[in-house]
C-alpha cells in the first residue's frame, strides 16, 4: 500500500482564497483524522470521520473550515476564505480501529502558507 | 480531559543515551504510545507499551511506564544523528474511544 496520500504537499495561497487540501486514506481504514500542527499550538486534531460520517468537528476553528468525505476513498479540507493565522502543516491520518492497538498512519502533511 | 505533557526540546551528545518523558492524566488508558516525526514527514508510530506492562525494550529503544506516577519514558541507547526528530508520546483514552490524545512532541537534537 502506498500509504496515507495527501495533496498538495506545499500550497501558498493569498489571503481571502479559497484552499483544498485533499486526502487518500489507506485501503481498507474506516478513520480518518485531520490534523493542524503549528509550533505555537502543536498538533490539534480538527475533525474525525468513521465510515464516512463525521463524528466530532470541535477541534474545527471556525466556520471557515469544512471537511467532507464522501467516500471511504477521498477526503477533503477547505478553508474559505483563508487568513495568515491558517498558515500550518495540515495532516491526514488513517487508522482501522477496534483491533486495540489502533494505530494512526499519518500522511507526509500539507504546508499551507497563507500571505 | 486528558492531558499529555512533555518537555519541549532534548539536545544529547552523538553515542550518548536519549531519555525523553512524558506525563499523562488518563490513569484508564490501555496503551501508550511513541511517535516519531522526522523533518518534513509525517507522525509515524515508533513503539507502544500496553498498560499492564512496565517496562518494553526493542533494540536501542526502552520503553519504561510507571503507573502510579502516569509517567512514560523512552530510552533510545547510542543515540545516532538520524535520531533527530520529534518524538510525540500519546495514549488511548478510557471509554471505548479511539482517538489518541497526543503530548506536543520533544524536538531532538543530536550534535556530534
Known amino acids: 500500500d502506498a500509504g496515507v496520500i495527501q495533496s498538495p504537499r506545499h500550497e501558498v495561497t493569498e489571503m481571502g482564497q479559497e484552499v483544498t487540501l485533499r486526502c487518500k486514506p489507506i485501503?481498507?481504514?474506516?478513520?480518518l483524522f485531520w490534523y493542524r500542527q503549528t509550533m505555537m499550538r502543536g498538533l490539534e486534531l480538527l475533525i474525525y470521520?468513521?465510515?464516512?460520517?463525521?463524528?466530532?468537528d470541535s477541534g474545527m476553528p471556525e466556520d471557515r473550515f469544512s471537511a467532507k468525505m464522501p467516500n471511504a476513498s477521498f477526503s477533503t479540507l477547505k478553508i474559505q476564505p483563508s487568513e495568515p493565522r491558517d498558515s500550518a502543516v495540515y495532516f491526514c491520518?488513517?487508522?482501522?480501529?477496534?483491533?486495540?492497538?489502533?494505530?494512526?498512519?499519518f500522511g507526509p502533511g500539507t504546508r499551507l502558507t497563507v500571505t | 480531559g486528558e492531558d499529555v505533557e512533555q518537555s519541549l526540546f532534548l539536545s544529547v551528545r552523538e553515542g550518548d543515551s536519549s531519555v525523553i518523558n512524558c506525563t499523562y492524566t488518563?490513569?484508564?488508558?490501555?496503551?501508550l504510545y511513541w511517535y516519531k516525526q522526522e523533518p518534513g514527514a509525517g507522525l509515524q508510530l515508533l513503539t507502544y507499551?500496553?498498560?499492564?506492562?512496565d517496562m518494553k525494550q526493542d533494540q536501542r529503544l526502552t520503553v519504561l511506564l510507571n503507573k502510579k506516577d502516569k509517567h512514560l519514558s523512552l530510552r533510545i541507547a547510542d543515540t545516532q544523528t538520524g535520531d533527530s526528530a520529534i518524538y510525540f508520546c500519546?495514549?488511548?483514552?478510557?471509554?471505548?474511544?479511539?482517538?489518541?490524545?497526543f503530548g506536543r512532541g520533544t524536538s531532538l537534537i543530536v550534535h556530534p
Open positions: 507499551i500496553f498498560s499492564n506492562m
Open positions: 488518563d490513569s484508564s488508558s490501555t496503551y
Open positions: 500519546a495514549e488511548s483514552p478510557s471509554g471505548g474511544s479511539y482517538i489518541p490524545t
Open positions: 491520518a488513517s487508522s482501522f480501529p477496534g483491533t486495540g492497538l489502533d494505530e494512526q498512519y
Open positions: 470521520f468513521n465510515n464516512n460520517v463525521p463524528i466530532d
Open positions: 485501503s481498507g481504514h474506516n478513520s
